[in-house]
């Protein structure tokens, strides 16, 4: 495992190098970034046949998003907790990103994939004194528009779907309410439970204004996102109770659902002796499942299959391959 891992860093980093020379292709796919109403605002490009229409213009969805905005008060583990307690300590968190500190007042780090440099990226943190956990997105025209300076779980992401942390962060909530229609709809799975989940936009919010062309077979399009969001979820924390061969129970559930969900095991917890998924950001998106993702019935045929992925669309498809990849609607849907 450790020289398959070596080699996927190895080749990733050398694989996209490019003559400064060479006249870049007609009708390939652009990207173009800047900050929404502000005039000075410099417009960052991308250029590259790895773009993809669905994740960049479809995951963000304005009245769902607001429609699951964190609300004044929300009851957790029978604690009642005020949106402004909520909101103080995040805005506190801002301004200490900022300044560059990467030891926080209110908040105890469990990921963090910060360019403090750029001022961009991805932290989930629990918060010290509420049972909550917070899972923070910030992004700049810089940052979406050069994929290969992130580190490397984001470049993967990046190659296979053609998306990011960002992106994929907007489909936490949409995929959490799809999931569970599926989880009702099953006498096998019906207990499985995911935390509460809530949306949060700071108080000085700025937006991106997203240019595409040539993204998908279209012309041009256009969107506008938060430049920085959160979503909150619930504190969940497993009892110590077990689950009779619980990692390959966790991949059949995850089969069962269509891989909707990533069915690496520690995306979830065992409490009351039942599931509790964390992780509930959307899988094809983050692939870019085009066709039917086959079931794997054991974690190591599934990391063949997702290496597989991920060798193809980097290294071992034409460019001709690559334009035709990117003109193809997601076969799964939000």
Not at 27 to 44: G, M
Not at 146 to 165: I, V
Not at 218 to 229: E, G
């Amino acid at each position: 495992m450790k020289i398959y891992i070596l080699f996927l860093l190895v080749f990733q980093h050398f694989g996209y190098a490019r003559n400064v020379y060479r006249k870049k292709e007609a009708n390939i796919p652009v990207l173009q970034v800047k900050y929404a109403n502000q005039s000075n605002s410099e417009v960052e490009i991308l250029h590259s046949n790895f773009l993809r229409k669905f994740p960049i213009f479809h995951t963000f969805k304005y009245s769902q998003f607001f429609q699951n905005l964190l609300p004044s008060h929300i009851h957790v583990n029978s604690k009642t907790i005020t949106q402004d307690e909520i909101n103080q300590q995040i805005e506190g968190l801002l301004v200490e990103l900022y300044k560059g500190k990467k030891q926080f007042t209110n908040f105890i780090k469990l990921k963090v994939d910060f360019n403090y440099f750029k001022n961009s990226g991805f932290l989930i943190l629990k918060f010290k004194e509420l049972p909550l956990v917070l899972k923070l997105f910030i992004e700049t025209p810089y940052g979406l528009t050069h994929p290969y300076e992130k580190g490397f779980q984001e470049r993967g992401m990046f190659t296979m779907g053609g998306s990011n942390r960002y992106f994929l962060g907007f489909t936490r909530i949409p995929n959490k309410d799809n999931v569970r229609k599926m989880l009702n709809q099953s006498e096998k799975w019906k207990d499985v439970t995911m935390p509460k989940k809530w949306t949060w936009l700071p108080k000085d919010l700025k937006w991106l204004q997203i240019d595409g062309c040539n993204i998908g077979g279209k012309d041009h399009q256009q969107i506008k996102t938060p430049a920085t969001y959160a979503i909150i979820c619930e504190e969940k924390v497993a009892d110590g109770t077990k689950i009779k061969n619980s990692t390959t129970k966790y991949l059949q559930l995850c089969t069962d659902l269509k891989y909707f969900i990533d069915p690496r095991s520690i995306n979830c917890i065992i409490k009351d002796e039942k599931f509790i998924m964390l992780d509930i950001e959307h899988f094809p998106t983050l692939i870019g499942a085009k066709r039917k993702i086959n079931p794997s019935h054991t974690y190591s045929s599934w990391y063949v299959k997702i290496g597989g992925i991920y060798l193809k669309a980097g290294f071992l498809s034409s460019k001709r391959e690559r334009k035709r990849v990117q003109l193809k609607p997601n076969l799964y849907r939000l």
